[in-house]
C-alpha cells in the first residue's frame, strides 16, 4: 500500500481519530458493549437471539461510512502494492491472530486501553512488535 504523503493532512487523520473513539465510547455507554470489529464479525457466526440485528447493522455502517463520506469528498487514492496470494495469506493471519489475542487492533487497542485494560496493552504492544518485525524482515531481509 502506498500512502500520498504529498496530499496527507493530518487533520483527516485526526478527524478519523476522534470519530472512531466518540464512537466506541457512545457504543459501550449505551450499549455496555465493545466495539471490537473482530468480535463482533465473529458474533455473526455464532448468532445469539437478540444479538444479530445490532450486529449486522454496526458492520453496514462501517460499509456506508465511506460511501457516505465519498458524497462529500472524494475519497483519497489507495494503491495496494502486494499481490492476491500475499492479501489473502495476510488477512488470513490477521484473522488466527485476532482469535488467539482475542480481540482485533481496534477492540484492544481503541477499546480495551480506554478502559486501562492489562490484557489490551499486551496484546496491543504484541501487535506493533508484530508489524515493526514484519516490516523489518520483509523489507531489509526478505527484499
Given at each position: 500500500?502506498?500512502?500520498?504523503?504529498?496530499?496527507?493532512?493530518?487533520?483527516?487523520?485526526?478527524?478519523?481519530?476522534?470519530?472512531?473513539?466518540?464512537?466506541?465510547?457512545?457504543?459501550?455507554?449505551?450499549?455496555?458493549?465493545?466495539?471490537?470489529?473482530?468480535?463482533?464479525?465473529?458474533?455473526?457466526?455464532?448468532?445469539?437471539?437478540?444479538?444479530?440485528?445490532?450486529r449486522v447493522a454496526f458492520l453496514l455502517g462501517l460499509i456506508a461510512a465511506p460511501l457516505v463520506f465519498a458524497l462529500f469528498q472524494p475519497?483519497?487514492?489507495?494503491?495496494?502494492?502486494?499481490?492476491?496470494?500475499?492479501?489473502?495469506?495476510?488477512?488470513?493471519?490477521?484473522?488466527?491472530?485476532?482469535?488467539?489475542?482475542?480481540?482485533?487492533?481496534?477492540?484492544?487497542?481503541?477499546?480495551?486501553?480506554?478502559?486501562?485494560?492489562?490484557?489490551?496493552?499486551?496484546?496491543?504492544?504484541?501487535?506493533?512488535?508484530?508489524?515493526?518485525?514484519?516490516?523489518?524482515?520483509?523489507?531489509?531481509?526478505?527484499?
Amino acid at each position: 500500500m502506498t500512502i500520498d504523503w504529498m496530499h496527507f493532512t493530518p487533520w483527516h487523520a485526526l478527524a478519523g481519530g476522534l470519530l472512531i473513539g466518540l464512537a466506541a465510547a457512545l457504543f459501550i455507554l449505551f450499549n455496555g458493549k465493545i466495539a471490537g470489529i473482530s468480535g463482533i464479525l465473529g458474533g455473526l457466526l455464532r448468532p445469539v437471539k437478540g444479538d444479530l440485528l445490532w450486529r449486522v447493522a454496526f458492520l453496514l455502517g462501517l460499509i456506508a461510512a465511506p460511501l457516505v463520506f465519498a458524497l462529500f469528498q472524494p475519497l483519497p487514492d489507495a494503491t495496494i502494492d502486494a499481490s492476491n496470494v500475499t492479501l489473502v495469506v495476510a488477512g488470513l493471519l490477521v484473522g488466527l491472530g485476532t482469535r488467539y489475542g482475542a480481540g482485533c487492533t481496534s477492540g484492544h487497542g481503541v477499546c480495551g486501553l480506554s478502559r486501562l485494560s492489562l490484557r489490551s496493552l499486551v496484546a496491543t504492544l504484541a501487535f506493533m512488535a508484530s508489524g515493526f518485525l514484519t516490516v523489518y524482515i520483509v523489507r531489509h531481509l526478505i527484499a
